[in-house]
């Protein structure tokens, strides 16, 4: 069975960073691309970012295009997003998903495409 477990969250402020990481295990990380995705109150889980499975594709939303990163460590079984210069407007609950993919350059970006999911970790940025 896969398991996610996200940390890194906090409170923080406009202008500040935070990396979030997720911990993968289960069955043979490099074989499972990886997202993250964001829900602020009131409104809809959104696809944030997304890596191949191999690491060598990445996605981003554009909205955050420019001030987020995401990477992963095969080694380490764990994806990070480094988020700089942080906005109020990225306040949400942040879940990394993982599904398994067939190629090495396929990025899902919407929720029914993932399989599972973390418990979610808080992101604060006040003004």
């Known amino acids: 069975q896969v398991q996610l477990v996200e940390s890194g969250g906090g409170l923080v402020q406009a202008g500040d960073s935070l990396r979030l990481s997720c911990v993968y295990s289960?069955?043979?990380?490099?074989?499972?691309?990886m997202g993250w995705f964001r829900q602020a109150p009131g409104k809809e889980r959104e696809f944030v970012a997304g890596?191949?499975?191999?690491?060598?594709?990445?996605y981003y939303v554009d909205s955050v295009k420019g001030h987020f990163t995401i990477s992963r460590d095969n080694a380490k079984n764990t994806v990070y997003l480094q988020m700089n210069s942080l906005k109020p407007e990225d306040t949400a609950v942040y879940y990394c998903?993982?599904?398994?993919?067939?190629?090495?350059?396929?990025?899902?970006?919407?929720?029914?495409?993932?399989?599972?999911w973390g418990q979610g970790t808080q992101v604060t940025v006040s003004s």
């Open positions: 890596i191949s499975r191999s690491g060598g594709n990445t």
């Open positions: 998903a993982t599904t398994r993919t067939y190629t090495e350059t396929h990025i899902p970006r919407t929720m029914n495409e993932y399989d599972y």
């Open positions: 289960g069955r043979t990380f490099s074989l499972y691309a």
